[in-house]
């Protein structure tokens, strides 16, 4: 399976839809070594591969542009002395429900919580940080 090709037609794919997402995604060349979906770090935009070519292209475009959304928006900020695990949530719960209010269709299992659309990652993390069971990834849990 040749990721880069994938990932080169779903990233044209999202800059038709979306073209700020998708040049947010443009300095970046992918790394297919990623262990944790997709994800962008210090060491640059890593993709488990298998995973994403596991996805129909539609959830991949999704992928993309939630990447994108969490480069741009003003409504995420850094994480401060946070838990990290819980702050992540918080985030990806106000990407998601960003992205399918929308329009995309997001992965199998995905975080939707629509409430969290118009809320900023201070607010989303007050909101869900007491939850039973947040505190930590479950084991084996790679990113």
């Given at each position: 399976?040749d990721h880069?090709?994938?990932?080169d037609?779903?990233?044209?794919?999202?800059?038709r839809r979306?073209p700020e997402l998708?040049g947010a995604?443009d300095?970046f060349?992918?790394d297919?070594?990623?262990?944790?979906?997709?994800?962008?770090?210090?060491?640059g935009?890593?993709?488990?591969?298998?995973w994403?070519?596991?996805l129909?292209?539609?959830?991949r475009?999704?992928c993309?542009a939630?990447v994108?959304?969490?480069?741009?928006?003003?409504?995420?900020?850094?994480?401060?002395?946070?838990?990290?695990?819980?702050w992540?949530?918080?985030c990806s719960?106000?990407?998601?429900a960003?992205l399918a209010?929308?329009?995309?269709?997001?992965?199998r299992g995905a975080?939707l919580?629509?409430?969290c659309?118009?809320l900023?990652?201070?607010?989303?993390?007050e909101?869900?940080k007491?939850?039973?069971?947040?505190?930590?990834?479950?084991t084996?849990?790679?990113?």
């Amino acid at each position: 399976m040749d990721h880069r090709a994938l990932y080169d037609t779903d990233l044209e794919r999202l800059r038709r839809r979306a073209p700020e997402l998708a040049g947010a995604l443009d300095p970046f060349v992918p790394d297919f070594t990623g262990t944790y979906t997709v994800v962008v770090g210090r060491e640059g935009l890593k993709v488990n591969g298998p995973w994403y070519a596991g996805l129909d292209a539609e959830e991949r475009v999704t992928c993309l542009a939630s990447v994108g959304f969490r480069m741009t928006s003003p409504l995420l900020r850094p994480c401060g002395d946070r838990n990290p695990f819980v702050w992540n949530l918080a985030c990806s719960a106000i990407t998601n429900a960003n992205l399918a209010h929308e329009g995309f269709r997001l992965p199998r299992g995905a975080l939707l919580e629509p409430t969290c659309r118009d809320l900023d990652s201070d607010a989303a993390y007050e909101r869900i940080k007491d939850v039973p069971g947040l505190s930590g990834p479950p084991t084996g849990m790679a990113n």
